[in-house]
Each structure stands twice: as structure tokens, then as C-alpha cells.
């Protein structure tokens, strides 16, 4: 199965969510600067906002036959 651009636009936020709630604790650990990890923020943030602005244009609905030959 592949997936959508939805469903690759919700890792990426969910992604987001988890490096702006545990880069903290990681920075206070020693396990990242804080540079790298606002550095990391910024870039996910990046990712998210050129899959938003690049979302593909909704499909149509599938246009239903004018002559009644089914569907």
C-alpha cells in the first residue's frame, strides 16, 4: 500500500510534535545541543510546510455516463 500525501503529511506533524516535546529533555540530557536541535525543528517544520503548499489538487469524482451504459 502506498501512502497518500495525507498520510505522509501527518507523520511529518506528528514527527514535528514529538521533536518539539522531547528535543528539550534531550538538549538538558547533553544528547543534542540546543543549536542541532532547533536546527532539526526547523528543518521537520520545513518539510511539513512544502508538503502543504505542494499538495497535490483534489481528484475530481468520476464523471457518471450521459448515455445510461452504466456506471
Keep these: 500500500m502506498s501512502a497518500t ?3 505522509l503529511v501527518a507523520c ?3 514527527e514535528l ?3 518539539i516535546r522531547v528535543y528539550p ?3 538538558l540530557a547533553r ?3 540546543q543549536e542541532k536541535a532547533d536546527a532539526e525543528i526547523r528543518m521537520m517544520g520545513e518539510v511539513l510546510k512544502f508538503l502543504k503548499e505542494h499538495a497535490p489538487a483534489p481528484m475530481p ?3 457518471r455516463d450521459l448515455f445510461g ?3
Excluded: M, T, Y
Aim: net charge positive; aromatic share 4%; glycine share 10%.
Design 12 to 14: 511529518v506533524e506528528r
Design 17 to 19: 510534535k514529538l521533536r
Design 31 to 33: 544528547r543534542i545541543s
Design 5 to 7: 500525501h495525507a498520510d
Design 25 to 27: 529533555r534531550w538538549v
Design 61 to 63: 469524482p468520476p464523471q
Design 69 to 71: 451504459g452504466g456506471e
